[in-house]
């Protein structure tokens, strides 16, 4: 098997074959009970007929959603795949966020987990299943009652209909007497589930059923439990990582109004007191001496980014092969002409609107938490672990999210709410100021790239190098050894370093790993945010070259039909080779995300910039997506993704960046670390194509070509290139002076 066909997300490694079979090829019956209490559902007068569905005897029908929700719209969009299999009136659905059970794990992480945008997509089948397999029962107990042959009878939303006679009996009506089996009837994926054709909600726009409550100020996230009894916290993380705290006024803390604890932990001091604003004044206070000699103590990202780009341009030590065909060494070498670029990144703050935070209750024999998590499972687990408690004995109550983006794919402010817990003997709400929260933040990688192109004599590319330098991130994120295990190579950090969609015949990604010092984590869009800079950036001055339009160059390069379509149809949305007003200029880039070329999303932007010139100020006035989405389930949920994503993106490309001395973030709020207001968001139009039978990847899909189409605008438009993210006023300026 080819290593492109390696399917590799966030450190999962099996083939493409077995990723789908584990999420679209199922044939199996799903098992009521695992990790799954029918009593909870009966008591309240419904009928459980698996872990997802329950229907009550006035037809209400109750479906489970196992995937936190942070702003994706993945709590309509999964119980929506059960209701379309079901056959569902969605009007008569109520949508609840299931428990942390074993029955609810995602097929391919084998835990609650959300990371990388595969939810939709891995629970694709399993949910399909479980709503299908309910209405085989449905239909079953009225053939049954009727004494019909099962074959006979089809349904209607949330109605089993007898066409022959012109019976028909109610989901409702069936729950009052059913008795669902044990073991669900097993389905073929292939014969029993519905074609794309026969659906009824899927492919149409349906309203998110978390919209009401977060409009209405009755949505609850993290930051909003609240327990009888409780006491509140704040900690000081030690600023460099592996960092401890040596000594500390805590007497002193201790003394202050309100307060009632200080606790000493390896990595920080927490103060716990009555109320939040009586541990802030007394955070305001605390002076704390941090461990030394630690690797962390020693960044200065600006020195060390030079140091990276050194490093790219030497080949002293080995690099880390991460894709490869051909190659790519005798190419370049051989080839009539080499460019040669190099491009940078900074660190990047997750910038998440709630800061972190969360609640436990510890008691002797159990625990609960209240917590927004992307990893309920993994909070569930760690939380057990530093508490001495059976993993069962822990219960997690998932809370909505003010932001994730990865930032909460770890769990550490569970661990740490834990542990205070357990030290002051009262269910303990911690929450990071947001300057504590940016000082401890996990960050996405500072990068170093350097690009090799070889091209012939009539300017077609021969060969392609590229090297991304930086520290890994697997380790941070998981647990030491993860790297290792996984042949050293990782795909948070090296996320998007390809070109599968273009016709090049000899190419190679490598990564020169750095010492890891940083507290680095996966981002938004992981390493395509950077590496497709890099390479769309890369296109767009081999176009300048060889005297190419930057859109023919791309389309003689693309010979897939799905990546040529979004291509073109942003071309003809952004109005391609006409005029712009004086002041303006485009800039386009073609990114995809997953599993290429069979499951990947794919999307094509233009950007249209201007420039105050005065300032450094880019300003981007529109944006164009045509967004290829594989089976677009629910058309304006993916609109209002990309629009976000194309936000987010903008405002890390133009802004946001994390600097460190001496292993200390030096910025601290949103004054200092900027992003993107309203009033600096462009007009953004999207187009959704839907063009195979199954969805694919689309949360983090538009945020890679938001830098590159800025960047290749900017060089329309002025001449000049910027090759270092984010795109500062001030590199602005400097690259005008260049």
């Not at 690797?295 to 080949?315: C, K, M, V, Y």
């Not at 993994?378 to 059976?390: K, P």
């Not at 195979?692 to 900017?714: D, R």
Request: glycine share 8%; charged share 20%.
């Amino acid at each position: 098997m080819k290593s492109r066909e390696k399917l590799e997300l966030l450190g999962v490694n099996m083939s493409r074959r077995e990723f789908l079979g584990a999420s679209t090829g199922l044939s199996v019956a799903i098992t009521l009970g695992v990790g799954f209490n029918s009593n909870d559902a009966t008591a309240q007068g419904k009928r459980s007929f698996n872990a997802y569905v329950s229907i009550a005897p006035d037809g209400t029908i109750t479906i489970q959603a196992p995937a936190p929700e942070m702003g994706q719209g993945i709590m309509t969009n999964l119980p929506l795949i059960v209701a379309e299999e079901l056959d569902a009136d969605w009007s008569r659905v109520v949508v609840e966020q299931s428990p942390v059970a074993a029955a609810y794990a995602h097929p391919v992480f084998k835990a609650q987990y959300v990371v990388a945008s595969v939810s939709t997509f891995g629970y694709w089948t399993p949910l399909r299943m479980a709503g299908a397999q309910t209405r085989r029962v449905l239909m079953q107990a009225a053939a049954d009652r009727w004494n019909v042959p099962l074959n006979s009878l089809t349904t209607e939303p949330s109605m089993v209909v007898h066409s022959a006679s012109g019976r028909k009996m109610s989901y409702g009506e069936i729950a009052s007497f059913v008795t669902p089996p044990a073991t669900m009837p097993a389905l073929d994926a292939a014969k029993d589930l519905k074609q794309r054709s026969q659906y009824r909600l899927l492919g149409k726009n349906t309203p998110r059923v978390d919209a009401a409550p977060k409009s209405t100020g009755a949505a609850k996230y993290g930051i909003d439990a609240v327990v009888p009894g409780m006491v509140y916290a704040t900690l000081a993380r030690a600023p460099a990582r592996d960092g401890s705290p040596v000594s500390s006024n805590a007497d002193a803390i201790r003394k202050l109004p309100g307060i009632t604890h200080v606790v000493t932990l390896e990595h920080g001091i927490a103060v716990v007191g009555s109320s939040f604003p009586a541990v802030v004044q007394a955070r305001r206070q605390l002076k704390v001496s941090w461990s030394e000699n630690r690797p962390g103590n020693g960044i200065h990202t600006d020195l060390d980014l030079q140091d990276f780009a050194q490093h790219a341009r030497e080949d002293l030590r080995p690099a880390q092969d991460y894709r490869t065909k051909g190659d790519a060494a005798k190419a370049v070498s051989s080839s009539a002409k080499t460019v040669t670029r190099e491009y940078l990144s900074d660190h990047a703050y997750h910038a998440q609107m709630e800061p972190m935070n969360c609640l436990v209750s510890a008691r002797a024999d159990s625990a609960e938490v209240w917590v927004g998590t992307q990893a309920p499972t993994r909070t569930q687990i760690d939380v057990a672990r530093v508490l001495g408690l059976a993993t069962d004995r822990v219960k997690v109550n998932q809370m909505y999210l003010g932001g994730g983006y990865g930032r909460r794919a770890t769990v550490e402010n569970a661990v740490d709410a834990a542990l205070i817990a357990k030290a002051v003997g009262k269910p303990v709400k911690l929450l990071l100021t947001r300057e504590d929260d940016l000082a401890a933040g996990t960050f996405r990688p500072m990068t170093a790239q350097k690009l090799d192109v070889g091209l012939d004599a009539s300017g077609k590319i021969t060969g392609w190098k590229h090297r991304v330098v930086g520290e890994p991130v697997s380790d941070f994120v998981y647990e030491p050894g993860r790297l290792k295990n996984q042949g050293n190579r990782d795909v948070i950090f090296m996320s998007g370093a390809e070109v599968p969609f273009y016709a090049i015949d000899h190419y190679r990604s490598e990564h020169l790993m750095e010492k890891e010092r940083t507290r680095t984590a996966a981002y938004r869009g992981i390493g395509a945010g950077y590496t497709k800079f890099a390479i769309e950036s890369m296109l767009d001055e081999i176009a300048a070259e060889t005297k190419q339009d930057p859109l023919a160059l791309r389309l003689s390069l693309v010979n897939n039909p799905r990546a040529r379509a979004v291509i073109e149809r942003v071309a003809q949305m952004s109005n391609w080779g006409t005029k712009r007003e004086t002041g303006r200029a485009l800039g386009i880039a073609f990114t995809e995300y997953g599993p290429a070329p069979a499951i990947a999303s794919m999307i094509a932007a233009v950007a249209e910039i201007s420039l105050d010139r005065n300032s450094g100020q880019i300003r981007v006035h529109n944006y164009w997506t045509a967004a290829d989405v594989g089976l677009a389930m629910n058309p304006d949920g993916i609109k209002s993704q990309i629009e976000g994503a194309v936000v987010w993106g903008l405002s890390c490309c133009l802004k946001e960046r994390v600097s460190m001395v001496a292993g200390v973030v030096q910025q601290s709020n949103f004054h200092d670390y900027p992003v993107l207001r309203m009033s600096e968001t462009p007009a953004i139009h999207v187009d959704i194509l839907s063009t195979t039978p199954t969805p694919t990847m689309v949360g983090e899909l538009a945020v890679p070509g938001t830098g590159p189409a800025v960047a290749n605008a900017f060089f329309a438009l002025t001449g000049k290139r910027l090759r270092h993210l984010p795109m500062t006023p001030q590199r602005v300026l400097a690259a005008l002076k260049a």
